[in-house]
């Protein structure tokens, strides 16, 4: 995959979606004690289907990360991590192994059960990212366990003829396709980098749920001023086509979309379903051992 040199031409949108709200995050820890902030938490699971989780890392004191993530284990969803700086070594139950580095994305799917530890690679200096939980169709739950690495020079990069860079980790933009795609739940995952003065449009369906979370700078959003280490959530209009970000400084963003699975969703800790009694089996398959066997 390379980068597209030629600017590209942005959409015409006729009625951008706006801001239905914005969200700070709660700060909290994982793994053996890796401090992060949670932005898309339990509670809006339903309303931002299929995603399910979005954690952000970064922190330049190795107290903060340097333990990282032992052994745990998922079933019933996938996990897209996406290293800015620092390295992270996963190894997993299905055999996987590999380093994500500065600009790289790891995208795992659980599917029926997987165990698997991500450490840091380093000892001092910055380590920063991102981990999405993107839920699994019912029928896709108890699917093999994947796994791919895709180093910055593997995911598709383009540059809008206002200036905007982008990188596509999924979906498609501006007619490039990303690293990866997903027929039912439709994923768009686009990192976008805006210099001051400049904006990026991207085209939405409308039966689609989207928010952005800035990680640089400031954005606005139809008139609505989106700080650092905020989440948007992107109003739900059937008549919007899609969305406008505008930056007066220098700003970073992720913009994040996709098609509801509109199925139930029924979490315990690292397993998620679709029925009480599918977390049971989930638990008892863990405890004897078999949530990470290979068929």
């Known amino acids: 995959m390379s980068t597209t040199t030629s600017p590209l031409t942005s959409p015409r949108l006729t009625q951008p979606r706006a801001v239905e709200q914005l969200i700070a995050g709660q700060a909290t820890s994982d793994g053996a004690g890796v401090k992060l ?97 993107l839920n699994l169709p019912s029928g896709r739950k108890m699917a093999a366990p994947w796994y791919r690495d895709f180093q910055n020079a593997d995911l598709p990069q383009f540059t809008t003829e206002g200036g905007a860079q982008v990188t596509v980790i999924a979906g498609s933009s501006h007619g490039v396709t990303g690293a990866v795609t997903r027929e039912v739940t439709e994923p768009l995952y686009l990192d976008i980098h805006l210099s001051a003065g400049t904006h990026f449009a991207q085209a939405l369906p409308t039966t689609h749920n989207a928010f952005i979370y800035v990680y640089r700078g400031e954005v606005t959003v139809a008139g609505q001023t989106v700080p650092a280490q905020r989440m948007a959530l992107l109003a739900n209009d059937p008549a919007s086509d899609g969305v406008v970000i505008a930056a007066s400084a220098d700003a970073k963003v992720l913009l994040i979309a996709g098609k509801p699975l509109r199925e139930p969703i029924v979490q315990y800790g690292p397993f998620v379903m679709n029925s009480q009694q599918e977390i049971y089996e989930a638990i008892a398959d863990f405890r004897a051992g078999r949530l990470g066997e290979q068929a």
Do not use: C, K
């Open 37 to 133: 902030t949670r932005v898309l938490t339990h509670h809006l699971q339903e309303r931002l289907d299929p995603y399910l989780m979005l954690d952000a890392f970064g922190s330049d004191n190795p107290d903060d990360y340097i333990a990282g993530f032992p052994d745990h284990p998922h079933r019933g969803f996938e996990t897209v991590t996406y290293m800015i700086a620092g390295r992270m070594l996963h190894r997993d139950s299905a055999g996987h192994e590999g380093l994500l580095q500065n600009g790289g994305v790891q995208w795992m799917t659980a599917g029926r059960g997987v165990i698997h530890s991500e450490i840091p690679q380093q000892e001092a200096g910055v380590m920063e990212g991102f981990q999405l939980w």
